[in-house]
């Protein structure tokens, strides 16, 4: 062995002193871990004259190492050791997050609608039709998002804009869903973007329906009214 950096004398836990001048026989143990035998990878790669990329789990550490060999010159072996072990536990945590997500689809009686980035509908979840009273179709085919009520489609148009521009920050509002007998439905709606999660890829609209909660409000409302209008200030 010629010379060793740093980073790999981390990973194997062994000094560039311990490597430097040592024969293949009395560190073959050391390197045990690399899960080959560097001599018959030397010999492969110069028969094939190329390069390999494998990875390999280390159960001791919880690590995971990508494994880089290449011959840049007859004689010489160059063995490249990267620690992966993050981007390998954000692509299991965005594994659960997926799983979670798919389940609270299939569990969830909130309806889901997921849009692009250019704010149409890409895809919706199974119990749409019951929820919001159109198919994934007629949703998808809809123009402007004409199934909203006229005042409402320039705030969901704005949400939609508000989660791309600030993608951690959720976009909350209330909007009316005209039927297709003409029945007026409300809405509490929570835009995530989720673009980056990976298969979802969307800006999701979740759908809960408050219609009797507004009408209560309405109706409380006109009471107050009229009480107070018996109060003349």
């Not at 620690?83 to 692509?91: L, S």
């Amino acid at each position: 062995i010629v010379d060793v950096n740093v980073p790999f004398e981390e990973i194997s836990g062994i000094s560039l002193q311990e490597f430097v001048g040592r024969s293949h026989s009395k560190i073959k143990k050391d390197l045990k871990f690399l899960g080959f035998d560097w001599l018959e990878e030397y010999a492969f790669l110069a028969v094939d004259q190329k390069f390999r990329n494998r990875e390999k789990y280390l159960e001791e550490h919880r690590a995971y190492l990508r494994i880089r060999t290449f011959i840049p010159q007859l004689g010489y072996l160059v063995i490249i050791v990267s620690d992966i072990t993050p981007i390998r536990r954000v692509e299991k945590d965005t594994k659960i997050e997926e799983q979670m997500f798919r389940s609270l689809l299939e569990n969830c009686k909130d309806g889901f609608l997921f849009f692009s980035p250019d704010e149409s509908i890409i895809s919706a979840s199974a119990n749409i039709p019951e929820v919001l009273g159109y198919t994934e179709e007629e949703l998808k085919m809809s123009q402007e998002l004409s199934f909203l009520h006229i005042e409402d489609r320039r705030k969901v148009n704005e949400a939609i804009r508000d989660v791309l521009i600030h993608p951690r920050i959720a976009s909350e509002l209330e909007f009316q869903v005209i039927q297709k007998d003409g029945t007026k439905m409300w809405f509490e709606g929570t835009f995530h973007n989720m673009l980056q999660a990976k298969g979802v890829n969307s800006i999701v609209l979740k759908l809960k329906e408050i219609t009797r909660r507004k009408n209560e409000e309405f109706e409380f409302y006109h009471i107050a009214s009229r009480r107070l209008s018996n109060y003349p200030i």
